[in-house]
């Protein structure tokens, strides 16, 4: 089975999450003025998920360098992600809009809530873990002035999402608006291997 849905912009309510550990991918050595903030940017993966992932740590805000830091795993399906931007962005510039960048946070979100709808078993925009998309961007500390969400699943490639996407009328909408210059893109597989996908997209204020 395969089912897409689109949201357009909306106005924002703060809230508050829980985040979980990612499998871990590499091992970083803290030099003179690093900090975990400073590390996880590096690395393009989240301060909490960071120090989740580090438990041996008892005070994130006093890291000393030649200290180890495991690096948690980001996008296990990184590849898929970044060719679902690199259509998306053909399908605008062959028709004369600009491409939206690439936002390493929001594809960070629009991961968690892939994952969250494998997790607590629903497709829908409003999640029962963060909420609305625009509750759940400003909760990941995401400042926009429109936003707008993307999401299915079933497809099994980065080519077969942007065709179901850009076969319907408002996911195409919001593929092609000029409202948004910043977007991202998360991934999950359910444990018998069907995709869910989240693409998330942004205005920063």
Do not use: C
Not at 150 to 160: K, P, S
């Amino acid at each position: 089975m395969k089912k897409l849905i689109s949201t357009f912009a909306a106005l924002i309510i703060s809230a508050t999450i829980g985040l979980s550990a990612s499998a871990q991918r590499a091992t970083y050595t803290v030099v003179r003025g690093d900090s975990m903030w400073k590390i996880a940017v590096k690395y393009q993966v989240g301060v909490s998920e960071l120090i989740k992932a580090n438990p041996g740590i008892k005070n994130p805000n006093l890291i000393y360098p030649g200290q180890k830091i495991s690096i948690p795993e980001a996008a296990p399906l990184e590849s898929f992600e970044a060719e679902v931007i690199r259509l998306i962005n053909r399908e605008r510039t062959s028709r004369g809009l600009p491409a939206l960048t690439n936002n390493w946070q929001l594809s960070r979100v629009a991961r968690y809530k892939s994952q969250d709808m494998i997790d607590k078993n629903y497709f829908s925009h409003q999640s029962p873990t963060y909420g609305s998309p625009f509750d759940m961007m400003e909760a990941f500390g995401l400042r926009f002035s429109a936003a707008a969400e993307n999401i299915a699943y079933g497809q099994r490639t980065a080519q077969e999402v942007v065709n179901a996407w850009m076969n319907s009328p408002g996911h195409r909408a919001n593929i092609l608006s000029r409202s948004y210059t910043q977007t991202g893109v998360g991934a999950a597989k359910k444990a018998n291997g069907t995709l869910y996908w989240t693409q998330m997209f942004m205005k920063p204020t």
